[in-house]
């Protein structure tokens, strides 16, 4: 296809500038155009004087036709008229003609004031420049914002720091651009251009290098290097495929208006090209954008496209390539045909995104076009007053300024390998609906026809969107769990061995997007180890010989019989107590810190004791319960001495859990049914020292198997020990006590686990399910012991009610971290 010669001649002095603000409202008169000059200065002087005055073409086109038509036939040879688009596209010509999108600044392409970074390298963390593949640079978002950062306002409008401090910065993604070229020999190209995809379309010898400054700019804005020179591009760590094909303002032409457009569309993605940057537009014979309300119908569109175009997007469908499109800068109210591809074939959405440009007050530029019917795809970035890489450029003076929906889109581009490089699952359609998502609301609320879905916002952009999961398998097909339901609740012996043994591991978490997040596996261990700073009022009243009926709170809670040598109880409601006791006595000794189930209730127990000698005994214990669903059973075996005031007790047992594992529970993708087998020894000493006086020594130890479902597998011999030493005085009609202790603690075992801790990438733009676990088993290990040191008054006032007060204030020390407790119980005796 190729352009008529009034278009072509309207192409070559469009170039680098938006033909919504022109300079002057008016034709200048302008000097003769010397005789002497040669036709190809002839057409610089035109191009030069349409540079200051848009409104000199007409002009132009009348001097050249009567003083200079050989330039005609000498440089746009072999040109014919395009036909129309056949059916309601009054004046909407066939033939589309590729124009740039942006306009030059107040301070055209010098350097920026204050944006050169020739006073050598920052002594900032994040300063140096990565290459193509190299690790993320680390560093918190404030050591970001270094002067090459703040030399472009935008970057920090559209939240990029915050992004950067996460690792998301580009690495291992390909960006492309269509456009002018690029300045090859620019120190922000000097290492992130691939030559050998790049392509040129432009009729002339200098193959992608640009001659006219636009491309550079565009490219410097999606990833010019982070090398304190100057400022840096968005996605600063990806690298650039670059297809110059747009003309500019050397005069070079291409073949056809369609070729380059195609080519690159094709080479995008045989170059794993992730998002492909159009700044520009078509623009009829006059010069006026082509917009995409000029059409009707699909088939119009296709019709005007053409049939190489059209499966050239229906590729890049078919191979997940996003392409970004600068809205137009026309003022018009809806977006130009390409931006706007998606209305009509609608097979392109979430192929395709259309940028307009907001000014530094998110305000939308004068000369944007407006999202209008392609509202539902697009979105604003800043566009005007923008700083990037100018052509010529270098260490001293090495950016310039522009304004331009040109300059709004490369920011999407690059913001779209910045999502790539972090969540490589993701697909084109799904990098199209976060940075829709996630843009920040403008104008009306919602999805409007001027700001479309709102500013982006890269920080949200990045940010988990939704309710955050975890993968229960190896496929997000096989489900999740919220993280809200995923728990792991440690009581008891594991409560300081299990974040100690997992250190530094991370848990993979995902969001609405199914894109993975990584957090800390310590984050879903929580410490429940009990202080109960109030216990409720018990009574006891009796109901027949030796059987008594417990109330709590005035409701009965259980019936207990009582006899010097057999016990049995039953508890009505089945409620969580805090330590495991049969009906005799408690399992442990009173010293319940050392204590292998400690969260466990007995619903149901019976002990019998039977004299071997006047000091010696045998009992026996068994006990079952639930609370909260989970269930346990105990068989304990005792021999008991007793001589004067001096006692001593060996118990050994074991413990059956269902649901919970040395009273640790595991909920959601954590685990669940656990099944727990702990074989357990405890030893009491009670010596007096003073008449009334008496000192206690106590010691257990215990080992746990489990298995369960969920990240933690199960476990092998859980090995913890617990001892302590008591001091106990009757005082006042009561016992005053004191003790210092260290509660079983499991020091040693292992547990297996099976966390999930990436997303694999997506393939040929086929949307990915993978879930990568890692199995492994950890050695369990208690850095530090926690330690207790606790008083208690135990006091039986008289009187026929026999009330009962028992008090008791500690203080629990784990690695220096120091927490008080505190427990108030009353039972009646009636």
């Known amino acids: 296809m190729q352009l008529p010669p009034r278009s072509k001649i309207a192409f070559l002095l469009a170039t680098a500038l938006c033909i919504s603000l022109p300079l002057t409202a008016s034709a200048r008169p302008w000097a003769p155009i010397s005789e002497a000059l040669s036709p190809r200065d002839v057409l610089r002087v035109l191009i030069e004087r349409y540079r200051q005055d848009p409104t000199s073409f007409d002009a132009s086109y009348r001097y050249l036709t009567l003083n200079h038509p050989e330039l005609i036939t000498a440089f746009l040879s072999g040109t014919q008229t395009a036909p129309r688009v056949a059916g309601n596209v009054a004046a ?44 993320p640079l680390s560093g918190s978002a404030a050591s970001f914002r270094t002067p090459e950062y703040n030399t472009n306002w935008a970057l920090e409008a559209i939240g990029a720091a915050d992004r950067y401090a996460m690792g998301a910065q580009g690495q291992g993604v390909r960006l492309g651009l269509l456009d002018t070229g690029i300045d090859l020999d620019h120190p922000d190209f000097a290492a992130n251009v691939d030559t050998a995809d790049s392509r040129n379309y432009i009729d ?24 304190d020179i100057g400022t840096h591009g968005v996605s600063f760590g ?31 993605v045989a170059a794993n090209v992730t998002a492909l940057n159009n700044s520009w537009a078509y623009v009829d014979s006059q010069g006026n954008e082509i917009s995409i309300s000029d059409f009707a119908s699909q088939s119009e569109l296709e019709a005007f496209l053409g049939s ?64 209008g019917t392609a509202m539902n795809f697009c979105l604003v970035a800043p566009g005007v007053n923008v700083t990037s890489s100018r052509l010529g450029g270098t260490a001293l003076s090495p950016v310039g300024t522009m304004s331009g929906t040109s300059f709004a889109a490369p920011l999407v581009t690059g913001a779209a390998g910045v999502l790539k490089s972090q969540f490589p699952e993701l697909t084109a359609p799904q990098i199209s609906r976060i940075l829709l998502d996630t843009a920040d609301d403008l104008g009306a609320a919602g999805v409007d026809p001027v700001y479309g879905a709102g500013l982006l916002d890269l920080s949200k952009a990045v940010t988990p969107q939704g309710t955050l999961s975890v993968m229960t398998g190896s496929s997000t097909q096989d489900g999740s769990v919220p993280l809200t339901r995923t728990a792991v609740v440690a009581r008891g ?31 879903i261990v929580h410490d429940a180890s009990p202080y109960d700073l109030l216990r409720a009022t ?21 019936i207990r019989h009582r006899s010097a040598s057999f016990s049995f109880a039953f508890n009505a409601d089945g409620s969580a107590g805090q330590d495991l006791s049969t009906a005799r006595r408690p399992v442990t000794s009173a010293l319940s810190l050392v204590d292998p189930v400690s969260a466990l209730a007995a619903t149901a127990s019976s002990a019998i004791s039977v004299p071997l000698s006047p000091t010696l005994s045998l009992g026996f214990d068994t006990a079952s319960g639930n609370a909260a669903g989970n269930s346990g059973s105990l068989q304990a075996l005792s021999l008991e001495m007793h001589h004067d005031a001096l006692s001593l007790s060996l118990t050994a047992g074991r413990i059956v859990e269902g649901g919970s594992v040395l009273g ?38 215990s080992s746990s ?90 006091r039986q006032l008289g009187g026929q009610i026999r009330p009962d007060l028992r008090g008791a204030a500690g203080v629990r020390s784990v690695g220096g971290d120091v927490a008080p407790y505190a427990s108030v119980s009353w039972k009646f005796t009636f």
């Not at 055209?108 to 190299?134: D, R, T, Y």
């Not at 990806?238 to 094709?266: F, H, K």
């Not at 409560?495 to 250190?503: D, F, H, K, T």
């Not at 479902?709 to 476990?715: I, L, P, T, W």
């Open 308 to 371: 190489s175009v059209v499966s050239a997007l229906n590729d890049t469908r078919n191979n997940d390539l996003l392409q970004v499109f600068a809205a137009g800068n026309a003022g018009n109210s809806d977006v130009s045909v390409t931006a706007g591809i998606p209305t009509l074939m609608t097979q392109m959405q979430g192929y395709i995104l259309a940028v307009g440009a907001v000014d530094q007050t998110n305000t939308i530029a004068s000369f944007s076009n407006r999202c």
């Open 238 to 268: 990806s690298q650039l495929v670059v297809y110059r094909g747009i003309p500019g303002s050397d005069g070079a032409g291409v073949a056809s208006a369609t070729d380059p457009w195609v080519g690159a569309m094709r080479g995008s």
């Open 92 to 135: 909407a010509p066939a033939l589309p003609l590729p124009m740039i999108l942006g306009v030059v600044g107040a301070a055209g392409l010098a350097a920026a004031a204050g944006g050169g970074g020739s006073s050598g390298a920052s002594s900032n963390e994040a300063s140096s420049s990565p290459i193509p593949g190299s690790p």
């Open 204 to 227: 002339d010898a200098n193959g992608i290098q640009d001659q006219d400054g636009h491309g550079t700019f565009v490219a410097g804005l999606i990833a010019g290097a982070k090398n």
């Open 538 to 558: 018990s009574a006891y009243v009796p109901i027949a010989p030796g059987y008594e009926a417990e109330t709590t709170e005035g409701v009965l809670s259980g």
């Open 664 to 701: 640790t529970v595991f909920t959601g993708a954590a685990g669940g049914q656990a099944r727990a087998d702990t074989t357990f020894a405890h030893l009491a000493l009670s010596l007096p020292v003073a008449p009334q006086t008496r000192i206690s020594l106590v010691a257990g130890m």
């Open 705 to 794: 198997d489990f298995t369960q479902g969920g990240m933690f597998e199960s476990g092998q011999g859980l090995a913890a020990q617990g001892f302590g030493i008591g001091f106990e005085r009757d005082f006042a009609g009561g016992t005053f006590g004191m003790s210092l202790s260290t509660p079983l603690t499991v020091g040693s075992g292992s547990i297996a686990t099976s966390v999930p801790t990436a997303r694999t990438a997506s393939v040929d733009g086929k949307v990915s399910t993978g879930v990568t676990r890692s199995a492994e088993t950890i050695a369990l290990h208690a850095a530090d012991r926690p330690v207790d040191l606790a008083f208690s008054l135990n």
């Open 493 to 523: 012996p594991l409560a300081a061995a299990l974040p100690a043994s997992l250190g530094d591991r991370t848990l993979m978490v995902t969001d609405r997007y199914d894109r993975g997040y990584s957090t800390h596996l310590t984050g």
